[in-house]
């Protein structure tokens, strides 16, 4: 039977590549966005226009139809999902809420398991989306949500860096001038290809084992900061990049738009026990190393000038930390 699924959002990197491994494997997806996707779906998606925050303009779209999956991208905040608990509970089969690995207590006691606990006393981004997590699985407990959490940890494609690294991070590595990594460059990360992710994650769609579950969809590419940078020279040609170490709270005073990520987040060890994805999704294994992603995202760069843009407030930066 084709699954009927609805994407709230779900025009941005991930959601358009989770949307076409939907598509691939035979599901039947309708889009509600606000606006024209800025990436084409899949061929076949049938796109809405509404905004999901408003209720009026959200059920106006959605009329009385149902679906077996709906997939929320977009929820930051408890209030910006408490009204689907009403909406969607007796009306799908399963709703699955994209959160984020950064809702994990930092620093954590190591492999993070999803039961690992939740804490984010200073950073933004994880406070709403623990927020939303928890109101949730509120809805789960009192009102039958069918609910799934999944959380991704640092995803990219083809045509998106790794930041903090950056095109110019890339120049200047060609060129032979020093660039800037946070901390000692030894704490551990990880990251996932958006192809990878998006395998993992369209047999959880639809799948009633991963209701009332919360989901790691990571990748076992376990990588430090050194040699996240490293990879990104070698691919672009350069043997011995000239890396300089700074602290997270120095690069912040000269980078404040960085200092919160970069501190509460980037600077610890991450690493991932991976059982319940295996017992979900039988098989899954990711496909592409960042070897081979590093690869892609300098082709992709080098294929178009266009797209090899210098950031002048970061190199004026770079200098500034290099000489301190």
């Known amino acids: 039977m084709t699954r009927k699924v609805l994407f709230l959002g779900g025009a941005g990197m991930i959601g358009t590549a989770a949307g076409k491994e939907l598509v691939a494997s035979g599901a039947e997806l309708t889009i509600v966005t606000r606006n024209e996707p800025a990436r084409p779906p899949a061929r076949g998606v049938r796109s809405l226009r509404a905004d999901v925050r408003d209720a009026a303009s959200l059920d106006a779209a959605l009329g009385g139809e149902e679906?077996?999956?709906?997939?929320?991208?977009?929820?930051?905040?408890?209030?910006?999902?408490?009204?689907?608990?009403?909406r969607f509970a007796?009306?799908?089969?399963?709703?699955?809420?994209?959160?984020?690995?950064?809702?994990?207590?930092?620093?954590?006691?190591?492999?993070?398991?999803?039961?690992?606990?939740?804490?984010?006393?200073?950073?933004?981004?994880?406070?709403?989306?623990?927020?939303?997590?928890v109101a949730l699985e509120q809805g789960f407990r009192d009102r039958g949500l069918p609910l799934t959490i999944v959380r991704p940890m640092h995803t990219y494609d083809d045509t998106t860096m790794i930041f903090p690294a950056s095109w110019t991070t890339v120049e200047r590595m060609r060129q032979g001038l020093p660039v800037?990594?946070?901390?000692?460059?030894?704490?551990?990360?990880?990251?996932?290809?958006?192809?990878?992710?998006?395998?993992?994650?369209?047999?959880?769609?639809?799948?009633?084992h991963a209701v009332g579950e919360i989901v790691n969809l990571v990748s076992g590419d376990i990588l430090t900061w050194d040699e996240i940078y490293l990879t990104l020279a070698d691919a672009a040609g350069v043997r011995d990049?000239?890396?300089?170490?700074?602290?997270?709270?120095?690069?912040?005073?000269?980078?404040?738009?960085w200092a919160e990520v970069l501190q509460e987040d980037f600077r610890h060890s991450i690493l991932f026990e991976t059982t319940k994805l295996q017992r979900l999704v039988p098989g899954f294994a990711p496909r592409i190393s960042f070897s081979e992603g590093a690869r892609r995202i300098v082709d992709w760069h080098d294929a178009d000038a266009s797209r090899r843009t210098l950031d002048r407030a970061l190199v004026e930066a770079y200098e500034k930390l290099i000489a301190s």
């Not at 999956?69 to 009204?83: E, K, L, R, T, Y």
């Open 67 to 86: 679906f077996d999956a709906v997939v929320n991208w977009v929820g930051f905040s408890a209030a910006d999902v408490s009204g689907d608990i009403a």
């Open 90 to 133: 007796g009306r799908t089969g399963q709703y699955v809420f994209i959160s984020t690995c950064s809702v994990y207590s930092r620093p954590a006691a190591l492999p993070l398991t999803e039961s690992s606990p939740r804490r984010a006393p200073k950073f933004g981004y994880p406070q709403g989306k623990i927020a939303a997590e």
């Open 180 to 208: 800037v990594v946070h901390g000692d460059g030894t704490s551990l990360w990880t990251l996932t290809h958006v192809d990878d992710f998006a395998r993992g994650f369209a047999p959880l769609v639809g799948n009633r």
């Open 241 to 257: 990049p000239h890396l300089v170490h700074r602290s997270s709270e120095s690069i912040g005073k000269v980078l404040p738009g």
